[in-house]
């Protein structure tokens, strides 16, 4: 049966674990794909271009800007964050069902223009927790986690426009939370893909037939 692919997109503060799922998601659900951005970052160690992210200049993030090549971008932690909207289109088309790990502002783009997005939010269960993960990245300095928390306050009030939350909980506490948010978010994949709307070809066709003498 064929159906348009699906468009899924995973958000959440910085240090709640958003990667960490969407990156394990496919990896043990490989009918689920990952959309890779791009950004103006500089690759962290053990990141590789093309795989984690594609990596860009300014003058080129802009130039893709300017040409509106991008599905979604926006300004994050001070770098630029962005989907090819060509990546997109083509996955869809082909009915792949796809997994945008992006920034909440993306997320809030790519909900506000296409109805049929749906918004999953990862959720730290704690600011302690959040914290925690942050300093344990060894990633940041003290100013760019200060940042990161401010931010992390906005991200959550964001969280109501969601339509699936996820609590990612405290791996010392509960020590395979990333496993159950893992298999939340493939539940709510499942759930989706089982809504009417998505079998109407093959309702229709069936209940023609059934009428056939």
Request: include cysteine.
């Amino acid at each position: 049966m064929e159906r348009r692919g699906l468009l899924f997109v995973i958000s959440g503060p910085a240090g709640a674990g958003k990667s960490m799922i969407a990156k394990k998601l496919v990896e043990k659900y490989p009918d689920v794909g990952l959309s890779v951005s791009c950004t103006t970052r500089a690759p962290r160690p053990g990141e590789i271009d093309g795989v984690h992210y594609h990596f860009v200049s300014e003058e080129r993030f802009e130039e893709l800007v300017q040409r509106g090549e991008f599905y979604e971008w926006a300004y994050v932690h001070q770098n630029r964050y962005g989907t090819l909207r060509r990546t997109v289109q083509e996955q869809l088309a082909q009915g792949h069902d796809l997994i945008l790990e992006i920034d909440v502002q993306g997320c809030l783009q790519a909900m506000e223009q296409d109805s049929e997005v749906t918004g999953i939010f990862v959720c730290p269960p704690s600011r302690e927790n959040i914290e925690k993960r942050l300093r344990g990245r060894g990633t940041e300095g003290e100013d760019a986690l200060k940042i990161r928390l401010h931010n992390a306050a906005r991200e959550v009030e964001q969280a109501y426009r969601y339509d699936y939350i996820i609590v990612h909980e405290d791996w010392d506490a509960v020590p395979d939370a990333l496993d159950r948010a893992i298999e939340q978010a493939y539940a709510i994949i499942t759930a989706m893909r089982l809504k009417t709307k998505h079998s109407m070809r093959f309702l229709n066709a069936l209940s023609q037939s059934l009428k056939r003498e």
